[in-house]
């Protein structure tokens, strides 16, 4: 990433997250970096509209975001750890990781247009080229979901 050197600054953007992360639109699903601490945690926003793609079939007439995606919210929020601790340590190359397990996916509310997503996620171990991860989503301060992540890094063929 060009500009997310040392001393990085909060809020990182979403010009920013894509230097990070491969994910493109429809796919990438967090807007911001709002606080994050290296190697240990971070917290970003994802902006749920009635625009997003998925809700023209999930479902119409009562849109709900697919729990599946709301997983991927909170992997996407945890590579985005990965990645930044990575860069503040001086790494230029950008490993991509795979989403390898889930692991306890808990959904306790219905997530729907209008919801900003605050993305919770606290590394609770690194071995080797895979992390486990510890994530949660709120909603106005109310836990929706919550899950453990396995991340792997992709290997070099």
Known sequence: MSDLT???HLPVNVEHIQQLLPHRYPFLLVDRVVE???DKSVVALKNVTIN???????FPGHPVMPGVLIVEAMAQAAGL????SSRLKG??????????????ARFNAPVVPGDQLRLEVTLKRLLRSMGLFE???????????SCEL?????SEK
């Open 6 to 8: 040392v001393p990085f």
């Open 36 to 38: 994050l601490v290296p």
């Open 52 to 58: 997003e793609p998925f809700f023209q079939g999930h």
């Open 81 to 84: 750890l990965t990645q930044i």
């Open 91 to 104: 790494n230029t190359g950008s490993p991509l990781f795979y989403l390898a397990k889930v692991d306890n």
């Open 135 to 145: 994530a949660r989503t709120m909603v106005d301060g109310k836990e929706v979901a």
């Open 150 to 154: 396995m991340c792997a890094a992709r």
